[in-house]
């Protein structure tokens, strides 16, 4: 049954996306040899978006920073309202270290998400602006996780924020939000 449904998954969405549904569940699954011919490695019935957004996804994954940074800013570039792209691409030049430019993806991913994942990016922008020496932005992007709900008991303990954990603005925030 479980290899027949990583089948029908595999046919419709992808060798790629099955094979990620299989480590999921912890399931070691070689696909049949005389099936897996057929099987597309990309979603076959995505668009060129959507094909881009794979794209970079795999190169995200085997730690391509710039091959993966390209993809997400021709991404952001055709849709600048998707938060996913613009957090893809904080991902992406994180690992590149490219940290204040991180920050500034993160936060735009922030700004146009518009739900709970809201916080966590204005915590992520924050991570990365400390790390890129731009404290100013790292407070305030702080202050917007807080604002949005992010746990202030997690900042305290998060070693990338100790070097703004001293400022009397962020003591003040972290003050106001404990229960």
Known sequence: GIDGSLHVVARLLGRRTAGSVAMYMEYAWPPEPSLAMGYSYLNPSTDEFGRL???????LEEKRYPEAEKAFRDIVKKHPQNYQAWSMLGESLSGSNQHAEAGQAFSRSAADSKNQMSAYAYYRAAGEFVEGGKKGD????????????????RVEKDPRMASILTEPRVNQMLAEAKP
């Open 53 to 59: 957004n794979q794209m970079g996804e795999m190169h």
């Open 138 to 153: 790292a407070i305030t992007m702080l202050g917007k996780a807080i604002q949005s709900g992010f746990p202030a008991s």
